[in-house]
């Protein structure tokens, strides 16, 4: 069973609105993890946010993390056409980085 | 810095033939995974090596999948009897031990028929 899962299978914006993203996850965790797949290339990180952090930011991504409800979102502000992508979230299950277990992933199409 | 290096990009077999995979991971990282990635799915870890050793491979099919990473560096996913569930695309990442972030090459994408 996936120990962690966005609750989107596609999502699709036009360009410069923002996106939100979210994950549940089902183990307690050292960080959450979110990446970018982009096609024919291989994922990307874009922020890691440990168990003890309600917020990161990275640019014009934000994510929050809720440890209380299990749960993750990734925000995009002012998308442009190449964030078309697939976002996963990843979990370490408390393995202190060693595993990392990835969602199905959230396919993000950005309209020009 | 280079990326992780991943080869061939692509192969297409008959069932019942056998592939191997080939990594090279970025310099200095003692941590390689190898991963499964079907279509229209995340990530699955196959197995992965602190330098030579391997620490976990309990999710590698063990019957018909092995790999190796002999000196530490370079690393090989070998399919002995390839099936059409095997389909997918085999991912190779790497990281310091003492870093949390991956990194990925981009994979060879694998079609059994």
């Known amino acids: 069973s996936q120990l962690a899962e966005e609750n989107s299978w596609a999502l699709s914006v036009h360009e410069g609105e923002s996106v939100t993203v979210n994950c549940s996850y089902k183990t307690s965790i050292t960080a959450l993890q979110w990446y970018r797949q982009k096609s024919g290339k291989g994922p990307a990180q874009l922020i890691l946010?440990?168990?003890?952090?309600r917020e990161k930011r990275n640019g014009r991504l934000r994510a929050t993390l809720d440890t209380s409800s299990q749960s993750s979102s990734l925000s995009i502000t002012a998308t442009r056409c190449e964030d078309t992508a697939v976002y996963f979230c990843?979990?370490?299950?408390?393995?202190?980085?060693?595993?990392?277990?990835f969602g199905k992933g959230t396919s993000l199409t950005v309209i020009p | 810095e280079a990326g992780v290096t991943q080869s061939p990009r692509y192969a297409v077999l008959q069932e019942g033939q056998a592939v191997s995979f080939w990594c090279d991971p970025i310099?200095?990282?003692?941590?390689l995974y190898w991963y499964q990635q079907p279509r229209d799915q995340g990530p699955q870890l196959l197995v992965y090596?602190?330098?030579?050793?391997?620490?976990?491979n309990s999710q590698l099919p063990s019957d018909r999948f092995s790999a190796v990473r002999p000196k530490g560096t370079n690393s090989t996913l070998k399919i002995q009897s390839a099936k059409q569930g095997d389909t997918a695309t085999y991912l190779c990442a790497s990281r310091r031990d003492s870093a949390e972030t991956l990194y990925f090459g981009s994979g060879t994408r694998l079609t059994v028929l």
């Open positions: 310099s200095g990282h003692d941590t």
């Open positions: 990843a979990t370490d299950a408390d393995t202190g980085y060693q595993n990392f277990y």
């Open positions: 946010i440990r168990s003890n952090e």
């Open positions: 090596f602190r330098d030579e050793a391997v620490i976990d």
